[in-house]
């Protein structure tokens, strides 16, 4: 069954790859790449402030006794997310690497790893819905892009809003006990052993009613994360030499991000990437080339930041080894 769902979802992203680069067409696009040159080592350099964001909204999804220091988790998160970049149900594969490694390497429990990846994964999705809702009020309060393109954006909101409603009813009544099989079986000989399962759901369950500053913290720096992710489009349609407002650029990244979440079972979000910034530029009237080659650009991102965490896993792997 899994390898179907994967090589189903495979497919669906080759074709929306193919889709958009025979939209678009090959010398068009390459016209808009020819303008990025040296640009490209800011762009991939400016990742550093989204991650570095995103890693102290992890910080603040510790009771403020048990949290690793920033440096830790800024490279434990580098290897957990490279995971997740190459892995089906993206967002959720390299999440039980970060607690694995946060216990092998910087001595954090398998208790408080666990519980922080959840709540900080939350803290992430809800930071997206306040994004995306602000996107969506500026396309009505600016007249920003099309009436389909709201429609289809304010449908993927309500049912990632109802996703994110069911996804906290479960860590109410226990998420952990749920998820532990599965978890166990994606660490193999990683697992840990003496976790329990019902320590994990107590410590979520104490952390939402005894750490509410911390938890609005998490929230506020994932969500500036995401306002990150739009000076970054704003600076590579800058390099491409599209004239857009900030304004344009908060819609553009998402309803963008609104539609990769909706393809998150495809490895690597291959084709829904490319794909879902055409439908955005489709919608907003913006140039279709310019806006495949910042989807390159970014897919060129997105390699060398997975690809360097990749190094810092194995880096980990080999100092347990030496142990």
Same mark, same amino acid.
């Given at each position: 069954?899994?390898?179907?769902?994967?090589?189903?979802? +495979? /497919? #669906?992203?080759?074709? @929306? !790859?193919?889709?958009?680069?025979? *939209? %678009?067409?090959?010398?068009?696009?390459?016209?808009? &790449?020819?303008?990025?040159?040296?640009?490209?080592?800011?762009?991939?350099?400016?990742?550093?402030?989204?991650?570095?964001?995103?890693?102290?909204?992890?910080?603040?999804?510790?009771?403020?006794?048990?949290?690793?220091?920033?440096?830790?988790?800024?490279?434990?998160?580098?290897?957990?997310?490279?995971?997740?970049?190459?892995?089906?149900?993206?967002?959720?594969?390299?999440?039980?690497?970060?607690?694995?490694?946060?216990?092998?390497?910087?001595?954090?429990?398998?208790?408080?790893?666990?519980?922080?990846?959840?709540?900080?994964?939350?803290?992430?999705?809800?930071?997206?819905?306040?994004?995306?809702?602000?996107?969506?009020?500026?396309?009505?309060?600016?007249?920003?892009?099309?009436?389909?393109?709201?429609?289809?954006?304010?449908? +993927? /909101? #309500?049912?990632?809003? @109802? !996703?994110?409603?069911?996804?906290? *009813? %479960?860590?109410?009544?226990?998420?952990?006990?749920? &998820?532990?099989?599965?978890?166990?079986?994606?660490?193999?000989?990683?697992?840990?052993?003496?976790?329990?399962?019902?320590?994990?759901?107590?410590?979520?369950?104490?952390?939402?009613?005894?750490?509410?500053?911390?938890?609005?913290?998490?929230?506020?720096?994932?969500?500036?994360?995401?306002?990150?992710?739009?000076?970054?489009?704003?600076?590579?349609?800058?390099?491409?030499?599209?004239?857009?407002?900030?304004?344009?650029?908060?819609?553009?990244?998402?309803?963008?991000?609104?539609?990769?979440?909706?393809?998150?079972?495809?490895?690597?979000?291959?084709?829904?990437?490319?794909?879902?910034?055409?439908?955005?530029?489709?919608?907003?009237?913006?140039?279709?080339?310019?806006?495949?080659?910042?989807?390159?650009?970014?897919?060129?991102?997105?390699? #060398?930041?997975?690809?360097?965490?990749?190094?810092?896993?194995?880096?980990?792997?080999?100092?347990?080894?030496?142990?």
């Amino acid at each position: 069954m899994n390898r179907w769902l994967r090589g189903a979802a +495979v /497919l #669906v992203g080759v074709g @929306l !790859l193919t889709w958009a680069v025979t *939209a %678009v067409g090959w010398p068009a696009l390459w016209q808009s &790449l020819r303008r990025v040159g040296w640009w490209v080592v800011p762009i991939v350099g400016f990742y550093l402030v989204i991650f570095g964001l995103d890693t102290w909204g992890w910080h603040y999804a510790f009771s403020t006794s048990r949290a690793a220091s920033w440096r830790s988790l800024f490279l434990t998160r580098m290897a957990g997310e490279a995971v997740n970049y190459v892995t089906p149900f993206a967002w959720i594969g390299g999440e039980p690497v970060k607690a694995y490694l946060l216990k092998r390497g910087h001595g954090v429990s398998m208790t408080d790893g666990m519980s922080s990846v959840v709540i900080a994964k939350t803290a992430l999705v809800i930071g997206l819905l306040f994004f995306a809702l602000c996107g969506l009020g500026l396309v009505w309060w600016r007249g920003i892009g099309s009436a389909s393109l709201a429609q289809v954006s304010r449908t +993927v /909101l #309500v049912v990632l809003m @109802l !996703l994110v409603g069911v996804f906290l *009813a %479960v860590q109410h009544h226990g998420i952990f006990r749920r &998820l532990a099989p599965w978890a166990s079986k994606v660490l193999g000989s990683m697992a840990p052993d003496g976790v329990q399962a019902h320590e994990v759901d107590s410590a979520i369950r104490q952390f939402y009613r005894s750490q509410r500053g911390r938890l609005a913290l998490s929230v506020g720096f994932h969500f500036l994360g995401w306002v990150a992710g739009a000076l970054e489009v704003w600076l590579i349609l800058y390099v491409l030499g599209l004239p857009v407002t900030l304004a344009q650029c908060w819609v553009i990244e998402s309803l963008w991000q609104l539609l990769k979440a909706g393809a998150f079972l495809i490895p690597a979000g291959v084709g829904a990437q490319e794909g879902g910034i055409l439908l955005v530029f489709l919608g907003l009237g913006l140039s279709l080339p310019i806006g495949l080659a910042m989807a390159v650009v970014r897919r060129l991102r997105e390699f #060398v930041w997975p690809a360097a965490g990749l190094v810092v896993w194995s880096r980990y792997e080999y100092g347990f080894t030496r142990e």
